[in-house]
């Protein structure tokens, strides 16, 4: 079955850079885009950006222009979220998702969620 | 950005009772080949969200079909024919016609 695996839980502290991993299993890693979208505490749900597996290529929100890189290795199926520059405004649970804009019949899934906390 | 208007906020519910979202978007979301990409997630309380429904009305695997999507152009509406316990949690429209894709605030759906 279809599964998206992130990694734990980071603390971090202000000016300080996080990566968050989601390893892709059940099914062709490179048949789906790759998104990664961010819900702050009490919040509601915000995209972050895209990556295509198979080619590299990626999208950013102008939000995080500049201080987001999203990045995969397609030999262990897994991509990566790389968050610079924190600030609390940062603390927030952070998803990939698959194939999130595209319009087909049930190929959208979630990981699990990282929560990431930015404290001093 | 497109804006995406949801309401109400908080929707108390009996169970069995139906319910209704309204999500409204400043812009059409009609694309150039005549698609409307509205969808609806659902997020129950300390799951990740869900996709529900795309293409306004289109449901997702394993969705009951107490669930149905309508609306067009900017007014969308999700509809809970009779709720139930399963359905308590928060409701999010998403547009991803116009780039880059957009949330609405969210409906948390509560027993009263």
Redesign the interface.
Same mark, same amino acid.
């Given at each position: 079955q279809v599964q998206l695996v992130q990694s734990e839980a980071e603390v971090k502290r202000p000016g300080a850079s996080v990566t968050v991993s989601c390893k892709a299993s059940g099914y062709t890693f490179t048949d789906y885009y790759i998104h990664w979208v961010r819900q702050a505490p009490g919040q509601g749900l915000q995209w972050m950006a895209w990556i295509n597996p198979k080619s590299g290529d990626t999208n950013y929100a102008q939000k995080f222009q500049g201080r987001v890189t999203v990045t995969r290795d397609t030999s262990i199926n897994t991509a990566y979220m790389d968050l610079r520059w924190l600030g609390s405004g940062d603390t927030a649970i952070y998803y990939c998702v698959r194939d999130l804009t595209n319009a087909v019949y049930g190929t959208v899934y979630w990981g699990q969620g990282t929560l990431v906390t930015v404290s001093s | 950005d497109v804006v995406m208007t949801q309401s109400p906020l908080s929707l108390p519910v009996t169970f069995g009772q139906p319910a209704s979202i309204s999500c409204r978007s400043s812009q059409s979301l009609v694309y150039i080949d005549g =698609?409307t990409?509205l =969808?609806w997630?659902q997020q129950r309380p300390g799951q990740? *969200?869900?996709?529900l429904i /795309?293409?306004v009305s289109?449901r997702? *695997?394993g969705v009951p079909d107490r669930f149905s999507g309508s609306g067009s152009g900017t007014d969308f509406t999700l509809k809970i024919s009779r709720v139930e316990a399963d359905d308590v949690g928060f409701y /999010?429209c998403?547009q991803?016609t116009h780039? *880059? *894709?957009?949330? !609405?605030? !969210?409906t948390k759906v509560e027993i009263k």
């Open positions: - | =698609n990409h =969808n997630f990740s *969200p869900r996709r /795309y293409k289109e997702d *695997p /999010y998403m991803n780039w *880059p *894709p957009t949330f !609405g605030q !969210g």
